[in-house]
């Protein structure tokens, strides 16, 4: 099963009609654009002639049956298939040079095996889905801002190989993703991945004894807890409450306790700081913690 391209959301929204119903357990590809719907495809085309009202187009929403408000939605990342070529752009404005930019910039980047050359610079292939999520209760939200729902999170752990949970806020989950990476560092601190189109095969389970308030990631080594707010520290505060309340559900350990366990072993990082809520993550190695 295979959701087009061109099937695409800029709200994650429960008013979305869903492009295709699956059953729990199926596994489904997602074709997705890049962030600026393909549209930029030479170093001649600069921000200042992007469209902004396509940009960060999201594939779906997919319904999955017996979904239910309060149910988690397992979203396994089995296989992530990029283009050959992707953008990353600079303009006065964004990102955190933001004043000090004179001049747009658009630079093209070949995608390799596992490297990207940049300016002639080879660097590590990262590759990493942006948005990604269910519909957020109520009136939605737009697929440039990360919430509990998810969105545009721009986490890196987001990957192939990882297991993402999502809460479900309405029937069928409806979820929706794009905005991949072929690169990308903690940060993100321009404002631009390696934006790239690409394929996502994910299989989606509904899980009805589970209820996390946020997304949750589970990769071979690690949990990692997700908070995105208006500020670092109050997404950092949300990532730390979630992994805190993951631990005491999990082990014998108290909240006090688990907060130092945290502060011994556990890594705060930054997902990103340019998006409209930053994204923060909390990491615990899961030989610490099964
Ligand atoms: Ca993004
Ligand atoms: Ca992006």
């Not at 992530?80 to 040079?97: C, D, Q, Y």
């Not at 801002?145 to 809460?167: I, K, S």
């Not at 979630?242 to 930054?270: C, F, K, P």
Request: charged content about 20%.
């Amino acid at each position: 099963m295979r959701l087009a391209k061109d099937k695409v959301v800029f709200n994650m929204s429960g008013k979305n009609e869903p492009v295709l119903t699956v059953d729990s357990g199926s596994t489904v590809v997602f074709e997705t654009m890049d962030c600026f719907s393909n549209t930029v495809k030479s170093s001649e085309d600069v921000v200042s002639s992007i469209d902004f009202s396509k940009v960060n187009p999201a594939t779906g929403p997919l319904f999955v049956k017996g979904a239910q408000p309060g149910d988690t939605l397992k979203v396994t990342i089995n296989k992530i298939t990029l283009e050959k070529t992707g953008v990353v752009v600079t303009a006065p404005g964004l990102g955190m040079l933001s004043d000090r930019i004179e001049k747009e910039e658009t630079v093209i980047c070949d995608i390799h095996d596992d490297s990207v050359t940049y300016k002639g610079l080879t660097l590590p292939l990262k590759k990493m889905i942006g948005v990604i999520g269910t519909a957020a209760p109520g009136e939605g939200v737009n697929t440039g801002t990360p919430h509990d729902h998810g969105g545009n999170m721009d986490c890196l752990r987001v990957t192939e190989g990882a297991t993402l949970y999502l809460p479900v806020n309405v029937e069928g989950a409806l979820l929706a993703m794009g905005d991949m990476h072929a690169a990308m560092g903690d940060g993100e601190i321009m404002g631009s991945g390696l934006e790239v189109a690409g394929e996502i095969e994910v299989t989606v389970d509904v899980v009805k004894q589970f209820n996390f308030p946020t997304p949750l990631i589970e990769t071979d080594d690690l949990w990692v807890t997700l908070g995105s707010r208006e500020t670092m520290e109050d997404a950092s505060q949300v990532a730390i409450d979630n992994m805190v309340e993951l631990i005491t559900q999990s082990s014998s350990l108290t909240m006090n306790q688990a907060g130092m366990l945290l502060s011994l072993a556990g890594d705060l990082h930054t997902c990103q700081v340019v998006n409209p809520n930053k994204t923060m993550r909390m990491e615990l190695s899961k030989k610490i913690l099964q």
